[in-house]
């Protein structure tokens, strides 16, 4: 599986961007998707991530209320969106896919076998 992430920007305080995980792979629409976020100087965070058929999601608490994840699978993309932005939001997100097939929703980044290249997130203040 390889994964794309893509759709980050500079963006107001308040806006809003929408990251989509592009993959390549049949085994993408079997696998739960992970979105992280790091920012300079500190580690890896959760921020949420949505099963294989899309009918549970989870987000972090720092998120929670302002991020929605979503999945299409036809199109082998999920994507993260992110409204009310704040300048605590700003880092490179990551999107990341589990190994294994039809699993629960995970948090731990040791969870995720595969990784895209990051995509910049940066809120001006």
């Known amino acids: 599986v390889q994964l794309q992430a893509s759709g980050g920007g500079l963006v107001q305080a308040g806006g809003s961007l929408r990251l989509s995980c592009a993959a390549s792979?049949?085994?993408?629409?079997?696998?739960?998707v992970g979105w992280f976020r790091q920012a300079p100087g500190k580690e890896r965070e959760f921020v949420g991530a949505?099963?294989?058929?899309?009918?549970?999601?989870d987000v972090s608490d720092s998120v929670k209320g302002r991020f929605t994840i979503s999945r299409d699978n036809a199109k082998n993309t999920v994507y993260l969106q992110m409204n009310s932005l704040k300048f605590e939001d700003t880092a490179v997100y990551y999107c990341?896919?589990?190994?294994?097939?039809?699993?629960?929703?995970?948090?731990?980044?040791?969870?995720?076998?595969?990784w895209g290249q990051g995509t910049q997130v940066t809120v001006s203040s």
């Open positions: 792979g049949r085994t993408f629409r079997t696998a739960t």
């Open positions: 990341a896919a589990t190994g294994d097939s039809f699993g629960s929703i995970r948090s731990a980044l040791a969870a995720y076998a595969y």
């Open positions: 949505i099963n294989w058929s899309g009918t549970s999601t």
